[in-house]
């Protein structure tokens, strides 16, 4: 059974970066057709997609937030990482990852809190 | 951008009704169209991917129906564990979400 952990800073401090890494238990990040997500939650709102990466290395991401977001993966380490520079208070939010694909990859992490905070 | 738009934003129901939910896709989006679960706290948990696929485990009282901009979801008898904010994904282009329908307790 495949399991996504989240990990990093629970507060970070505003104007500085903001930098997660998730883990993939249970089977190879390389395997498959899939993709790895960044998605983030607001208390009390919807969900957002951040962006994406194929273990070839190429990116997708939110136009919204492109100009600040950078996804990398280690294969070897069977993780793959977001980077979002420059916080605001509107950045706090449950930072999730999960896998994608066209036929249905329901594997997501449990979530983890960022805030933005001084 | 793909805009996606759910209807309605919260639906109250009582145990044993049936339960429509629609999302619309501000373009063609092929059959490219996933619907998720999620409770208070958790992650969300995904229901039916390709507009009607069910995934697995999930239980045949949820459907999926549609295609290009106009689709459905289906609970067709509500059950206590049923209660929660459902969400739209659309994934012809990149990922975008709807906002969520809350189906709380009539």
């Known amino acids: 059974q495949v399991q996504l952990q989240e990990s990093g800073p629970g507060l970070v401090k505003p104007s500085q970066t903001l930098s997660l890494t998730c883990t993939v238990s249970g089977g190879s990040i390389s395997s498959g057709s899939y993709y790895w997500s960044w998605i983030r939650q607001p208390a009390g709102k919807g969900l957002e997609w951040i962006g994406r990466i194929y273990t070839s290395g190429s990116t997708n991401y939110n136009p919204s937030l492109k100009s600040r977001v950078t996804i990398s993966v280690d294969t070897s380490k069977n993780q793959f990482s977001l980077k979002l520079s420059s916080v605001t208070a509107a950045d706090t939010a449950v930072y999730y990852c999960a896998c994608g694909y066209s036929y249905g990859c329901g594997y997501w992490g449990q979530g983890t809190l960022v805030t933005v905070s001084s | 951008d793909i805009q996606m738009t759910q209807s309605p934003s919260t639906l109250s129901a009582s145990v044993g009704d049936r339960v429509t939910i629609t999302c619309r896709a501000s373009?063609?989006?092929?059959?490219?169209l996933a619907w998720y679960q999620q409770k208070p706290g958790k992650a969300p948990k995904l229901l039916i991917y390709?507009?009607?696929s069910l995934e697995s485990g999930v239980p045949s009282r949820f459907s999926g129906s549609g295609s290009g901009t106009e689709f459905t979801l289906t609970i067709s008898s509500l059950q206590p564990d049923d209660f929660a904010t459902y969400y739209c994904q659309q994934y012809n282009s990149l990922w975008t979400f709807g906002q969520g329908t809350k189906v709380e307790i009539k």
């Open positions: 373009q063609s989006i092929s059959s490219w």
């Open positions: 390709k507009a009607s």
